[in-house]
């Protein structure tokens, strides 16, 4: 009898050591499954990140052009001089550098070399300094976008393609003489959007996405702290509660682009306020971001202990000097948290904003909430969409930027978090 209960346990024990090797087992498979998910989304991440520097890097320079330019008095009247000939002085100033050019289908293959946006470089200078005129000057000017493809190595420099026999001979002996050149492209952040790709900009778009963010948080924060606190520490519990409580959190997942026709419906069609103007942005995406707002101050006002208010109150406090004076500043990491986080979803919609016209072309900087305007990634867009090659950089390098934003704003909210947060 002992002998059979000695290998019954026995049979136990090696049956409860299978079922552990088997355990054990699978859960090394499942942490290998882990790693290797994590390895394998790390790689593409490497993927999409090197596939956007790699394609945006080149805008971030631009080809410039040596010419020497003479100032004609005849051309530049005083009296005339913001609507004078300065493309003429351009035209002028090729010819000079390229005087066996003859005919005109030559010459207009010599002045493609040169971009539209030299004219307005010399109305710059001269309107800023008159004393320019009579005078001869070497001045470097921005080269044509097939020029700088070209120079990147993104246009193959065989004859009959973008580029003829002809015009390739004119490149090899400017290259020659010293007079092309590759500098860093501060037209790129300092100048709006253009038809051309070469004097294409971003501060425009993100002239628009400070004033529509701005206007986003000035509305969306004290309205989505004001409902947090309201809902968490005033409001009695039961259904009206309830009902409000999941409604805001079927808000939160309600499409963006719902948003959009909602502001092209009560904001611009029915209040009658500007289309395309950082004005309706602002108030567009203020409703897609409070609920996110909402529900993440609520989240910090919750985890603030129940200690602090039943002390507060205990210290003969009333119930609005508690919350104000004690619950708030303990909750306010997580709120700030909250709110950088929602702006942060805000900064990268673009189908709300396409929903109220902030798609149009707009050239100008925008200088005030009702001016037209566009947003970065609406610029991202329409960059995207035209068909000019050159813009393909352009649209890597304007990713870039919104990248860099949004990365700045979630690390912010890390940094805040970590600093401010207090542990129970």
């Not at 001045?139 to 246009?155: N, P, R, T, V």
């Not at 015009?167 to 002996?173: A, F, G, T």
């Not at 259904?239 to 409580?245: N, V």
């Amino acid at each position: 009898m002992t002998k059979s209960m000695g290998s019954d346990s026995s049979t136990v024990i090696e049956r409860v050591e299978r079922g552990l090797s088997r355990r054990y087992r699978a859960e090394k498979r499942f942490r290998l499954i882990g790693v290797g998910a994590i390895i394998l989304s790390l790689f593409f991440l490497v993927i999409l990140f090197g596939d956007i520097l790699i394609k945006g890097l080149p805008a971030f320079s631009q080809t410039q052009i040596k010419i020497t330019i003479f100032f004609d008095p005849e051309r530049l009247p005083l009296d005339k001089l913001e609507s004078a000939d300065f493309e003429a002085l351009v035209k002028s100033g090729l010819r000079s550098m390229f005087p066996q050019v003859r005919g005109r289908r030559s010459k207009r293959a010599l002045y493609k070399l040169v971009s539209s946006g030299a004219a307005y470089e010399l109305r710059k200078r001269v309107l800023h300094n008159h004393d320019l005129i009579g005078k001869t000057k070497d001045l470097w000017l921005i080269a044509d976008d097939e020029l700088d493809l070209l120079l990147k190595g993104d246009i193959a420099r065989v004859p009959g393609g973008r580029f003829n026999q002809q015009q390739l001979d004119w490149i090899e002996k400017l290259e020659r003489d010293g007079n092309l050149r590759q500098r860093f492209n501060l037209n790129f952040f300092t100048s709006g959007d253009s038809r051309d790709p070469e004097l294409a900009g971003v501060l425009g778009s993100l002239s628009g996405t400070v004033l529509t963010l701005m206007l986003t948080f000035l509305l969306s924060f004290p309205i989505g702290i004001g409902a947090a606190v309201y809902l968490e520490e005033f409001l009695k519990k039961g259904r009206f509660s309830d009902f409000l409580e999941v409604n805001i959190n079927n808000l939160a997942a309600v499409p963006s682009i719902i948003f959009g026709l909602l502001g092209l419906g009560v904001f611009i069609n029915f209040c009658g306020l500007p289309r395309s103007a950082p004005l309706v942005g602002g108030l567009v995406l203020t409703l897609m971001t409070l609920p996110t707002i909402i529900i993440s101050s609520r989240a910090a006002i919750k985890a603030v202990p129940p200690s602090v208010r039943e002390a507060a109150l205990g210290l003969g406090a009333s119930r609005m000097q508690t919350v104000f004076h004690h619950v708030i500043p303990l909750a306010m990491p997580g709120m700030l948290t909250g709110a950088i986080i929602g702006m942060a979803r805000a900064l990268g919609e673009t189908a709300p904003l396409l929903m109220i016209g902030m798609v149009a072309f707009i050239v100008d900087i925008p200088k005030s909430f009702n001016a037209a305007a566009t947003v970065l990634p609406v610029q991202i867009y329409l960059w995207a969409d035209s068909p000019e090659r050159a813009f393909q950089a352009r649209t890597s390098a304007a990713i870039i930027i919104l990248l860099f934003f949004l990365i700045l704003m979630n690390a912010s909210a890390v940094y805040l978090r970590r600093k401010f947060e207090r542990r129970w």
